[in-house]
Nanobody, 119 residues
Framework: QVQLVESGGGLVEAGGSLRLSCAAS?????????MGWYRQAPGKQRELVAD???????NYAASVKGRFTISKDNAKNTVYLQMNSLKPDDTAVYYC????????????WGQGTQVTVSS
């Protein structure tokens, strides 16, 4: 099993910043993976925000490019999401994810952390 523990959510005014963290642990955790952040707003489907491979290749949703930065500390098995210039549309529950498409069934989720941006 793999456990993902998220932290850093909260309430912030538009234009503000937040930093999310997600620490991975567990006997099944493998270093050759893709870690990422997804979000789900009320009434909407869960969507990819950003992800990063074990060698640092990143991918961002168009809506957050230039405002959010994903990074990873491989030694700590931790992924971060620095969110700047936040907008009310960024309000959602943010979920951490780790996956390894080359390993059958290797896809784990955190419990989610609420991010609320007030206008």
């Amino acid at each position: 099993q793999v456990q993902l523990v998220e932290s850093g959510g909260g309430l912030v005014e538009a234009g503000g910043s937040l930093r999310l963290s997600c620490a991975a642990s567990g006997s099944d955790f493998i270093s050759n993976n893709v870690m990422g952040w997804y979000r789900q707003a009320p009434g909407k489907q869960r969507e990819l925000v950003a992800d990063i491979t074990n060698v640092g290749r990143t991918n961002y949703a168009a809506s957050v490019k230039g405002r959010f930065t994903i990074s990873k500390d491989n030694a700590k098995n931790t992924v971060y999401l620095q969110m700047n210039s936040l907008k009310p549309d960024d309000t959602a529950v943010y979920y951490c994810n780790v996956r390894a498409p080359w390993v059958y069934g290797y896809n784990y989720w955190g419990q989610g952390t609420q991010v609320t941006v007030s206008s």
